[in-house]
């Protein structure tokens, strides 16, 4: 019994030792040092607020859409009212109550016609689900709408001019040129002080453009004293609405004098009145508007303090480049300039705000950051000329370049809907070149078939030629000399008040110059160079520096005159040149 005990301890003392030393060589593997990037190290240091859910992908994408705009110009262009619509949810004499019911509580003149009914019928037929989004997007904007309105005392219902106009689109452009929500043309939008320039284009500030249309509709409103009218000139222009008046005689009414008006203005008012009709019915005609996850008021504004774009604040913020295309449509190319004379600001929801200014200072190291990657002139950051220093024995390389050129193809498999157009944008490329390389005649392709992509780059490749060994005075522009006789081992010219970094230590010269010994070494700027022997022909010329004259050159050196200078180099009038190389002494 006591054997088999004793064997027991001893298999577990000798288990136990096995286990520590299997522990005792067992290596931790230390985990890898993740390297984070400079964005990565300035975004770990934000201070971060609770955040609210940031705008819907599929919500940005219906914001700024621009087939509502586009429809809604076909039907301007196209619907004509005089044309009977079957629509039998709707009966003449419904329409007709509900009609009298908003004159009532309306400013302008909405009166039954059959060519009012036509468009609100053809609109309710064929443009049900356009309208519900329409409904959407406008619970964004119609706030900052109605705050203006009201502010100049101009009809609210005039909120539903910008659906006409630009359904609701900021960055609407037309085919003339006229631009943003409520469709400004260039010279209409100077005249309102809308700045328009490479950078900017505040036809597009939603804010911005609504003040200004607010102030034309009143000075419209100032000219005609009718609301239908001021349509109707808004559209077409206040001359064409005074041609039409002249035209039908003593009719200044819209309806009457509708028939000698531009065809699209004939047409707008009606389009006007229906929208209007729409929206103040909509319950009644099962159309119901999404619920805008975000509205005007979620969101500020924050001066920028310096260039920066939506790339760069998408990356910091983790704001999407849509979202920041529909909150800041006034910035043409997706850049914010900075101007210390007139400030730009960029609009974020609230919560990205508080981030943006609890950070401001990472943020902009950050775009310094970046700044400093872009490509620069060579000259700059090069020392100053004026800067000497003396360096010898030094071996100069001489930088020349060559390009080559790098072609790189690439295969694009066309999908279905692809087009040409399409596909030359996307690669940046043009579409005679796609033909070109893909012996294309005309502007058809197939689904699946593939199409080369040529992507040619220039690089230029750095060839160095070593030179001879020279003396060079000044850090930036060196004088090479010429290769002589050795006069000294241990000799140089000495810096005096009389002369200059070069100054000839002329050792044998016909004038009445000395040479001078050195007292203490000469110092380069970053090392000591190593010397070496000053020969008799460098001994004897001088170098033309910036700002120099023969007459300064000749104070330098007593003895010499202007014209012992002039005489020795056969130099017939005063013009010198620096880097030039003077003779001090006749040979």
């Known amino acids: 019994m006591r054997k088999k005990t004793t064997l027991s301890l001893m298999f577990a003392l000798f288990s136990a030792g096995l286990f520590a030393q299997e522990t005792a060589h067992t290596e931790i ?8 990037s400079f964005l990565d190290s300035v975004k770990a240091s934000f201070v971060r607020n609770h955040e609210m859910a940031c705008i819907d992908s599929l919500w940005m994408g219906e914001l700024a859409n621009e087939d509502l705009f586009k429809d809604m110009q076909y039907d301007l262009k196209n619907i004509n009212p005089d044309v009977d619509v079957e629509y039998k949810q709707l009966s003449t004499e419904l329409l007709k109550s509900r ?16 060519g009012l009914e036509n468009i609100i019928k053809s609109y309710l037929k064929n443009r049900p689900k356009s309208y519900e989004r329409l409904m959407a997007i406008s619970e964004y904007y119609f706030p900052m709408f109605e705050e203006y ?23 609407a452009k037309s085919p003339v040129g006229a631009t943003g929500l409520w469709q400004f043309m260039y010279p209409t939008g100077k005249q309102f002080n809308l700045e328009v320039n490479s950078y900017v284009d505040e036809r597009c500030d939603p804010l911005k453009a609504t003040e200004a249309a607010c102030q034309y509709l009143l000075s419209l409103y100032n000219i005609f004293g009718d609301w239908d009218l001021v349509l109707a000139s808004y559209n077409a222009g206040p001359g064409n609405v005074t041609k039409a008046i002249r035209r039908s005689g003593d009719y200044k009414s819209y309806w009457n004098i509708r028939r000698n008006l531009p065809k699209e203005t004939q047409a707008y008012n009606p389009a006007f009145l229906a929208t209007m009709y729409i929206y103040e019915h909509a319950k009644e005609h099962g159309l119901q508007g999404k619920k805008a996850p975000l509205t005007y008021f979620e969101t500020d504004t924050v001066m920028v303090k310096r260039q920066m774009s939506f790339k760069q604040i998408a990356s910091l913020l983790d704001v999407p480049v849509k979202q920041l295309q529909f909150l800041n449509p006034i910035y043409k190319l997706d850049v914010i300039p900075f101007n210390a004379q007139k400030p730009h600001y960029l609009r974020l929801p609230k919560d990205k705000i508080g981030l943006f200014a609890s950070n401001e200072s990472a943020i902009y190291a950050y775009i310094d950051h970046e700044a400093t990657k872009r490509e620069r002139p060579y000259w700059i950051g090069r020392p100053d000329k004026d800067s000497t220093a003396i360096v010898r024995n030094t071996t100069r390389h001489k930088s020349k370049y060559q390009k080559k050129t790098n072609v ?17 944008e996307k690669y940046n490329v043009s579409i005679a070149d796609l033909r070109k390389w893909n012996h294309i005649k005309g ?9 080369k992509i040529q992507k040619t780059t220039v690089t230029k490749e750095r ?13 930036v522009d060196t004088t090479k000399q010429s290769k002589g006789k050795s006069v000294g081992s241990s000799k140089s010219a000495n810096k005096s008040d009389n002369q200059p970094d070069n100054a000839v230590a002329a050792a044998d010269c016909d004038t009445n110059t000395s040479p001078v010994k050195e007292d203490k070494p000469a110092v380069a700027a970053s090392a000591q160079p190593r010397r070496r022997d000053t020969t008799y022909e460098e001994a004897r010329l001088y170098v033309v520096q910036k700002g ?26 005063e013009s010198i040149q620096p880097g030039m ?7």
């Open 581 to 587: 190389k003077l003779k001090i002494g006749d040979n």
């Open 149 to 171: 309105l009201a502010k100049y005392n101009v009809p609210l219902e005039l909120k539903y001019l910008a659906i006409v106009e630009s359904a609701l689109n900021p960055r």
């Open 408 to 424: 790189i193809t690439k295969t694009y498999i066309v999908k279905s809907g692809d087009n040409l157009g399409e596909i030359a």
């Open 29 to 36: 593997t230390p985990r890898p040092e993740i390297k984070l």
């Open 548 to 573: 120099d004259s023969l007459f300064s050159i000749a104070k330098k050196h007593p003895g010499v005159t202007v014209e012992n200078l002039k005489t020795w180099n056969e130099i017939k009038d």
């Open 99 to 114: 009609l009298a019911k908003m004159d009532d509580r309306s400013p302008f003149n909405i009166e039954y016609s059959k």
């Open 463 to 475: 060839i160095i030629a070593e030179e001879q060994p020279e003396t060079a005075i000044a850090a």
């Open 443 to 451: 502007a058809n392709i197939r689904s699946g078939q593939k199409l």
